[in-house]
């Protein structure tokens, strides 16, 4: 398998020369970085030359990436340490300033209240940039259109907010890069997407020729592969809930509950369904997350000038909805900071203190390890297949919002649980020697710490 990954981009680039679109039904097998391959676009352009230095799952691409390409990105490296200072550059990346809470200026039909949307759209009527990558849906207004991913090159504020909600599954962003190589008009860019995106587009960054380049990345773990698998996810989650409702997006919230956002009839603003995580059939992470998204490192989008998430931010679970919450928003340079003041001065943005947590997050990441479904199977323990009754899964939730970790020590519980159960994905899946080559210096320090400290994911590691 090793082997076939590194002949892969040699063997696909020759095939590449002249690369149009490409068919879904031919992803991955026909990209380089086969079941691994996050989507990114970067293979449909002519950039696919440089697939070898810029996709984040060849080789050694997420550590050389991350561990590679921060210093040039934002002038140093994060600093790596064993501290429970609040809110860590081991974990959260590189902080021009501390992470803050913010709220957008309300925007209809945005996931939450409009942050990225409304920091994109105050930087294209600005003149800040001439144009916008973002991801606005296939089939703008369908029943489906919340779920089917569409990059476009955004030329106006109304492009822009076609981009708004968060869409849950795979999107390739880059694959409008040959439309931007040939509008010569464009000399300043915003690019908005996800990490192992921004991993590739700054790796060809330089090639783009342009004059000014903004990124705006977003927080993001256990994507769906396609469309079809989040929609799936739904129906098996909330089977009763679907039925003649329009929905408009999905997130896996601090109160380990997924929140189900659809749009009411007779309220202007949405409603929404919240089921418990234990509530889930036991086998959805098993088709609903993308096998990228088990070999990724970038959960807090380490090269993005600004990232905007909200696993840090605080929930009041008792009235909680996610179009009026705040979100956490960290600033990664001078760029970004320019980006957030623009913001801010055009009305878009409402900045809120610095984000702050409490709560014991490390055992809560080690028992969520151990009880994962995806680790269990990969060591041959046992899987559950089917969800708690929702009495007892409501209760479990309960007590573990109001006993369990909270704001940025949540983001700490939930980058850890990820960076263990995907370190233990790429050690199954390329052997341990391979595995350390691929993963980024803070993620072995996680890793490592816990390798110190909990006898159990020892054990796991060791099986
Ligand atoms: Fe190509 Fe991107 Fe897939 Fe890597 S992740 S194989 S660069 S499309
Ligand atoms: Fe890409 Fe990682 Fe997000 Fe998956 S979890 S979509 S691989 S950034």
Redesign the pocket.
Known sequence: IVLLVLLAPTILCSSYTNPKPIDPIYWPDKFPAKKHC?K?GLCETSYVTHVKDAC??LGDGMKRNIDGLESSVHGRRRKIEDTHIVADETRFGVMHTPMFLARGKRIPNAQWTGCVTGIAVSMIQSGMVDAVICIASEDDGSDEGWSTPKPILARTADDVLRGRGVKPA??PSLNVLDELRDSPDIKKLLFCG??????AFRAIEKELKLEEVYVLGTN????SPTPEAARNFLQRSVPDLLDGKKIQGYEFMQDFRVHVKYDSDTLPTPNYEKMPYFCLPGDVAQFAI?D??L?????T?ALADVVVGYMAAPIDTSSFQMHASQQTITVRNSRGERMIRNAVDAGRLEIGPDATGNGRHEQFASATVASDNIVQSMIGGTAQDKGMPRFLGELMATVLTSIGPKGVNFARYSIDY?VMRNYLHIVDVWGEADAHKMLPEYANSIVQHYVNTDKGFCQIVEK
């Open positions: 996050s990114c984040a799952f795979l999107a996800v990490g192992c995106a921004v991993q993001c773990a256990d994507n993308a990228s998204c070999a990724c490192f970038d959960y989008n990820h």
